[in-house]
């Protein structure tokens, strides 16, 4: 098997697919702004919609404010007023209605199809529920149409 695909990775999955396209394919993963920086993290990305406290310029690369949730959907859910359910919609739909946001996954996506990792990161520690899972899911889902867009073209000529 190919060095770039790991062992796990499953016939028909992304990262088969981006290979066999051409696509070096480099891992999205997330953490926890205070979680240590790792090499294996490659582009460190903060998405939050305020800057962390304590945390020093150096603990990512860049940070998009657009992949945040906006400020009063943020609010509505830390005071308990939003279920994760609805969150998880709401956010979603933020997502998928703002050209921002839209351009700023798209930049994601092509610096992964460039092989280079790309970590997400917020305050909440891993495990916990965070809109950068929701994100990591989101661009997953744009690089499929991707990839479904190239092999479909590719079969066609």
């Known amino acids: 098997m190919n060095d770039l695909i790991p062992e796990s990775a499953a016939p028909g999955s992304v990262i088969t697919s981006l290979n066999r396209?051409?696509?070096?394919?480099?891992?999205?993963k997330t953490k926890s702004i205070y979680d240590e920086r790792q090499n294996s993290d490659g582009t460190r990305v903060?998405?939050?919609?305020?800057?962390?406290?304590?945390?020093?310029?150096?603990?990512f690369d860049l940070w998009i404010?657009?992949?945040?949730?906006?400020?009063?959907?943020?609010?509505e859910y830390r005071s308990n007023n939003l279920g994760w359910r609805e969150f998880s919609r709401r956010y979603k739909s933020q997502m998928r209605s703002s050209p921002d946001s839209k351009?700023?996954?798209?930049?994601l996506v092509e610096i992964l199809e460039m092989g280079r990792n790309v970590t997400l990161l917020?305050?909440?520690?891993?495990?916990?529920k965070c809109h950068r899972y929701l994100l990591k899911s989101i661009i997953e889902s744009s690089m499929k149409r991707k990839i479904k867009?190239?092999?479909s073209s590719t079969k066609k000529s």
Request: proline residues 6%.
């Open 65 to 75: 404010h657009d992949l945040s949730p906006e400020a009063a959907l943020l609010k």
């Open 149 to 151: 867009t190239l092999t």
């Open 122 to 128: 917020c305050y909440e520690r891993e495990g916990e």
């Open 21 to 28: 396209i051409g696509f070096s394919y480099m891992p999205l």
């Open 46 to 59: 903060l998405v939050t919609r305020f800057y962390p406290r304590g945390v020093k310029r150096t603990h």
């Open 103 to 107: 351009r700023a996954i798209q930049s």
